[in-house]
C-alpha cells in the first residue's frame, strides 16, 4: 500500500514542489499536490493519505481518522487547539512552521520606527502637499524594548534591535528561561513589574487560553505615557476596546496591530480610527516572501524524513497547551 | 581682551548649554548663547566673537571679517560652499557637524522597509477600512544594496543593513577606499557598473557641483525596473522630473526621497503624486532626537578644545571642493 501525502498549498513554486516531490519519494512517499482553488479534489485524495500540509481547518475537518500527522505552514495553531474537533483522530500529530521570524521582524522594524519617528503624520503632511518637519522624533538606539514572547519572533526581533544599538531588551516568557538575544528573560508572571519601565513593547505570543486580552485596561494603564504597544502575535491578547481609549486619551504615545479580532475588523470597528495607531490587515507573516516560503519547505521536508525515522517533528504543537 | 563664542541654536536643552558652557571657559573663552527669535542680539554680540556655532547663512553674513572659525551643527555645507561672499573672512574655517548618521541610518531602514513591505499600498488599503492582505512583499535579508557615499551616513545604514542579513553591500565614494562596513567600495566612476545590479540604491551624497543630477534619466534607466532608489543626501542629486517618469511609467519599483530640490517643494510638483514614491519633509537628520543634540554638542567641544591647542578640527570642510 502506498503512503500518500496531501499537500493542500498555493504559495508552492515549481521548485518548491520538486523539493518535496524529491524528499517524499527518497522515503517512500507519494506527494499529491493541490492549490486553494482545488478544495474537492484534495478533499477527496486526503481520504487516503497519513499526511496533510496544509493552513486549512476546514480541509482538515474532512480528513479521515486514519490522518497521522497534520503540518500547518502557520505559525498559529491556535484555531486547531480551541477546538479538538477538527481532527477526526484524536491523536493526530499537529506540528506548527516557525518560519515567520525574519518577516515579522522586519514588520516590527519597520512600525517601530514609523511610530517613533512619527512617520503617520508626516504622512498626512504629505498628503496634504505641505512641508513642517520638527516633529519630535525618537531612536531604536538607547531605547528599552520588551518582548512578550521569546521564540522564533522574539529573537528575530531582538536581534535585530540589538543590531541598531538598543539599550535594553527584556524578555517574557512562560519559562523564563534565559536566552542570549534577551538582556533578560523573565517569566511572563513578571509582566506587571516590567510594563512601568517598557518604552517599546513587543507583543508576540501564541493564542492560548492564557494569552486572552493578557494586555488588558489594568495593564494598559501600567505602561508610561510615552510608551508604544507592536503586536504580531494574535489580536485576541490585547482589550482592543481598552487600548483604542488609550490612545484616544494621549495615555499611549502610539500602537501598530497587526493582528485583531476578529478578522477581517468590522467596517465600523472604532480601532481603525484610533489616535496613533498604525493598523495593518494581518501581513507581517504573510507567504508572499520567496524566504520564508523556502524556510516552510525546508521544515517540511525536514520533518518529512523525521517522521519516516520515527524521531520527533519539530514545531510538535501540546495540543492541551496550544503551542 | 576676552576671547568669544556666539552660539545661535534653538536645539540646545539646559544640560547641553551647561556642557559647551563648561568647556568653553575651562579653555578661557566665554560663550554667548542665542535661540533662534534673537537674531538681532547674536548678530550684534558677533560682532566681537571669533567663533560662530550655529546653522544660519544670514547670522554668519553678519559677522566680522575677524571670525576665525564657524562650526555649523548641519552635516551638508553645499550653502556654504557655493557662495564664497557669506564669509567676510575668505581664510575664515568652516567644519561641518557628521552627527546624524544614526538618525538618518534609521530613516533610511525605515523608508527601505515600507517599500519593501509595500506600506504606502496597505495604508491606503487601511484608510479605507479594507482588508486586503496578499500584496508580495520583498525582505531586506538577502538582497543587495549600493550605497552612494560612504560616510557617516553611509556606513551607519551598512551596519543596520548588515544586521538585518543584507546579502551584498556596496559603497561608492570618490576615492573607492575599502571600508569594513561595505563588501566593496568603487569609485563614483563605477556608478553605471554598480546600477544595472542594484536592488536598493541608497544615496547619501553631499551637495556638490559633482553630485548635482548624478542619477539622471540615462542612469535611472540603467537601474532594473524593480529597484528602489532612497535618497537622504541632496535633492540636487536626483533628475526629480525623470525620477517621477520612471515611477509613473513603473519602470523603478518606488522611491522614498527626504530631500529635494527646491525645498520646500512647491505646492503644485507633479512629484507629490508620483507612483510608489514615500516623500518626507526633510526631516531624516532634524535635530529632535536628544541622541543627535548630543553627538553634536561633543563634537562642537572636541573642536573647542582642538581650536584653542592649535590642532587640526574634526570635520573641517574644504570649500573649494565643498564638503
Not at 44 to 60: F, G, K, N
Not at 81 to 97: E, G, I, Q
Not at 203 to 208: E, F, H, Q
Not at 244 to 249: E, F, P
Request: charged share 20%; aromatic share 6%.
Amino acid at each position: 500500500m502506498s503512503r500518500d501525502i496531501c499537500i493542500f498549498q498555493s504559495f508552492l513554486t515549481e521548485a518548491l514542489r520538486e523539493r518535496i516531490a524529491d524528499t517524499a519519494e527518497e522515503i517512500g512517499f507519494i506527494p499529491h499536490f493541490f492549490s486553494a482553488d482545488q478544495f474537492e479534489a484534495a478533499s477527496a485524495c486526503l481520504q487516503h493519505c497519513e499526511i496533510l500540509y496544509a493552513q486549512s481547518p476546514a480541509l482538515l475537518r474532512t480528513a479521515p481518522a486514519s490522518l497521522k500527522w497534520y503540518c500547518s505552514s502557520t505559525a498559529g495553531v491556535d484555531v486547531y487547539c480551541a477546538d479538538p474537533s477538527v481532527f477526526a483522530n484524536p491523536d493526530c500529530l499537529l506540528t506548527n512552521s516557525n518560519v515567520y521570524g525574519v518577516t515579522i521582524a522586519e514588520h516590527v522594524v519597520m512600525v517601530t520606527l514609523m511610530l517613533l519617528r512619527r512617520m503617520p503624520e508626516y504622512e498626512a503632511v504629505v498628503r496634504e502637499h505641505r512641508w513642517s518637519n520638527q516633529l519630535t522624533v525618537r531612536s531604536i538606539r538607547d531605547n528599552t524594548f520588551t518582548i512578550l514572547g521569546t521564540g522564533n519572533i522574539g529573537i528575530n526581533v531582538a536581534e535585530r534591535l540589538r543590531g541598531m544599538g538598543a539599550a535594553k531588551i527584556i524578555g517574557l516568557s512562560r519559562s523564563g528561561r534565559p536566552c542570549p538575544a534577551f538582556d533578560e528573560v523573565s517569566p511572563i508572571s513578571a509582566l506587571d513589574e516590567v510594563l512601568p519601565r517598557t518604552r517599546i513593547l513587543v507583543m508576540a505570543l501564541p493564542g492560548t487560553p492564557e494569552t486572552v486580552h493578557i494586555l488588558d485596561r489594568r495593564r494598559i494603564a501600567l505602561l508610561p505615557a510615552d510608551a508604544y504597544v507592536i503586536n504580531v502575535g494574535r489580536g485576541t491578547a490585547v482589550d482592543q476596546t481598552a487600548l483604542a481609549d488609550a490612545l484616544n486619551a494621549g495615555k499611549l504615545a502610539g500602537a501598530a496591530l497587526d493582528v485583531m479580532d476578529p478578522e477581517p475588523l468590522p467596517k465600523d470597528d472604532p480601532l481603525w480610527d484610533a489616535k496613533n495607531l498604525i493598523l495593518t490587515p494581518h501581513v507581517s507573516g504573510n507567504m508572499t516572501l520567496g524566504y520564508t516560503c523556502e524556510q516552510a519547505v525546508d521544515l517540511f521536508c525536514r520533518n518529512l524524513r523525521r517522521y519516516a525515522a520515527g524521531q520527533p517533528l519539530e514545531g510538535l504543537v501540546d495540543r492541551k497547551r496550544g503551542y
